[in-house]
Nanobody, 115 residues
Framework: QVQLVESGGGLVQPGGSLRLSCAAS????????VGWYRQAPGKQREMVAR???????NYADFVKGRFTISRHDAENTVDLQMNSLNSEDTAVYYC?????????WGQGTQVTVSS
């Protein structure tokens, strides 16, 4: 059974940093296409960053230069380092994995940027 568990969310002040982690079980992240998405209240879920099995990475324009996605094959995790956070980054962040011809989602982790 495939499971994705996100961690690392929380409350941070504007300009601060957080590191999210997505731990996968039942499937290898190195053989999958893994992404981070977010959904703010009243808005649609949107892609933040994603990493392909070959290591290729895409970022949404609104996070370029601030967020970094990384994959750690030995730990079977995919992390999202978020710097220079602002109030518009407040959302529930979800891990998404495409593998074995299926799509999986984690339960989400709340990120709140506020002073």
């Amino acid at each position: 059974q495939v499971q994705l568990v996100e961690s690392g969310g929380g409350l941070v002040q504007p300009g601060g940093s957080l590191r999210l982690s997505c731990a996968a079980s039942g499937i290898s992240v190195s053989l999958s296409f893994v992404g981070w998405y977010r959904q703010a209240p009243g808005k649609q879920r949107e892609m933040v960053a994603r990493i392909f099995s070959n290591g290729h990475i895409n970022y949404a324009d609104f996070v370029k230069g601030r967020f970094t996605i990384s994959r750690h094959d030995a730990e079977n995790t995919v992390d999202l380092q978020m710097n220079s956070l602002n109030s518009e980054d407040t959302a529930v962040y979800y891990c998404n994995l495409n593998g074995q011809r299926k799509i999986y989602w984690g339960q989400g982790t709340q990120v709140t940027v506020s002073s």
